[in-house]
């Protein structure tokens, strides 16, 4: 079935006629906008070269990078207008997903480059993963660092799909809006964001990388309408946000990918009204998703929503399903029974026996049917008796002016204790880590400061913002071991 990708290239080619003269993608770095007849004469170029370059292979898939700048970009779209598979490759993913499609039997066209096009052909008897070739090869695993492959074959389906069952349907969305994103593809969200938004016609800004107060400008200067961001982003706006904006045009900022801090979610629900805040929880499996927007939020503060074309129910030790109020692992029925969600279906998710699938996260229903989620264990950790949410001592240590970013993690563990630690990315040369030790004192119980807080340059965060526990653990456990910041 090719029907997907047809689809979206028969869309930009309508799009090409019909809306000529509408702005496609503003590129605000290099101070260009591409019209929609540019930017279907442009890709329909390149898609004809990356179509000639997978005739000598066969049965291949198309391998393109994480867009960061107009080329990029284009790529990607002449990518998703071939009725072929197309993976991305994260930027905290290196190699991986050109060696797992390998794994699987699967040829590579790698398309990083467009004047050297790289195929790469699996070795013998590799048996062929089915991958359908209107599928997305998408990198999970940015919480967990497993670094699994996704397929996803809902995004591109749609320019196909009735827009009532679309997600966007209850987000605020319009077509023809000007919108921005604050993440960017691989990250699911961002990539189905960026074809519907194309296959609606909208005019998408396209930041230099994300700089909070730039992206708060451009929000103004653009006259954005529809904004799709996650905590990480919201806290480093909050920072930048000094009133010099109005950010008037706003009808929908939506935010996911992680959990959101109540002072955070209350701080953005006031500034632009309750009505234009969203949240959404899923993942890149793409096995269900729940919705919430802020006036249901501050009855029920904390919750992730109710499923949207989605039955979510809690399941116990045992399999049982548990009553409102009990947690367990949060199941979910949204039509993908039976259907292969890795690339490798050795690591497929868990299912129950009517159907119902679960990534793992653990949390709870109220009476209502609102599902809550409860603090992933890689951010879970114990200090004499107590234990908090890594993420939350994070999102204190942000608040700070002279701190630009924060990862926290244990490096030595027992039963009840930890020696905890702190990665800062700093904001100026002035941050002293023994007045930030003090400033914390004030704001956390003495238990949960951290032993030591040590200057980094960078967290090991994907282009969602999404933190990688593990790779901030090796982080955080090496500079443990020299005692020193880098």
Not at 170 to 197: K, T, Y
Not at 248 to 269: E, N
């Amino acid at each position: 079935m090719t029907l997907a990708a047809v689809d979206f290239d028969l869309r930009l080619k309508d799009l090409g006629v019909t809306g000529r003269d509408r702005q496609a993608l503003v590129f605000v770095e290099e101070g260009r906008a591409m019209s929609y007849d540019e930017l279907n004469s442009v890709t329909e170029g390149l898609k004809h070269e990356l179509m000639s370059g997978l005739s000598e292979l066969g049965p291949a898939c198309l391998l393109v990078d994480s867009p960061d700048g107009i080329g990029s970009y284009l790529l990607l779209v002449a990518a998703l207008r071939c009725p072929v598979p197309v993976a991305l490759r994260s930027r905290l993913d290196g190699d991986r997903t050109a060696e797992s499609l390998l794994r699987a039997g699967i040829a590579v066209l790698d398309a990083s480059q467009m004047g050297t096009l790289h195929a790469l052909s699996p070795g013998p008897g590799c048996a062929r993963e089915q991958v359908p070739p209107h599928a997305l090869v998408l990198p999970t695993g940015g919480t967990s660092g497993e670094g699994r492959r996704v397929i996803d074959v809902r995004t591109r389906m749609v320019p196909s799909q009735p827009r009532p069952l679309r997600l966007t349907s209850v987000l605020g969305w319009r077509p023809h809006q000007v919108q921005m994103m604050a993440s960017i593809p691989p990250h699911a969200s961002s990539m189905s964001f960026l074809v519907e938004g194309l296959a609606d016609g909208n005019t998408i800004v396209v930041p230099a990388g994300f700089r909070a107060s730039a992206f708060l400008e451009l929000i103004d200067e653009h006259q954005v309408r529809w904004i799709q961001s996650t905590p990480f982003h919201l806290r480093m706006m909050q920072k930048a946000d000094n009133g010099n904006v109005s950010l008037g045009s706003v009808r929908a900022l939506v935010h996911m990918s992680a959990r959101c801090a109540d002072d955070l979610k209350r701080y953005w629900i006031q500034r632009l009204g309750p009505e234009k805040v969203y949240e959404t929880y899923g993942s890149t499996e793409g096995v269900g998703v729940t919705v919430v927007d802020g006036n249901e939020w501050l009855e029920r503060p904390g919750t992730v929503g109710k499923g949207f074309f989605t039955k979510v129910r809690i399941v116990g030790p045992n399999g049982e399903t548990v009553p409102p109020g009990v947690q367990g692992t949060v199941y979910t029925s949204a039509g993908r029974r039976g259907a292969q969600v890795y690339l490798n279906s050795r690591g497929d998710v868990r299912r129950s026996a009517d159907g119902s699938v679960s990534v793992g996260d653990e949390g709870w229903l109220d009476p209502e049917g609102y599902l809550y989620l409860a603090p992933r264990s890689l951010s879970r950790i114990t200090v004499a008796g107590e234990t908090f949410d890594a993420e939350d001592l994070e999102s204190v240590l942000c608040d700070h002016p002279d701190v630009a970013d924060a990862g926290v993690c244990s490096v030595e563990r027992g039963e009840d204790w930890a020696r905890v630690i702190a990665l800062v990315v700093p904001e100026g040369e002035s941050l002293s880590e023994a007045e930030l030790r003090l400033w914390l004192r004030s704001r956390v119980t003495t238990a949960i400061v951290p032993r030591r807080i040590f200057r980094v340059a960078a967290l090991p965060r994907d282009g969602a913002g999404k933190m990688s526990r593990r790779r901030l653990q090796d982080l955080g456990e090496r500079l443990a071991s020299t005692g020193r910041s880098e």
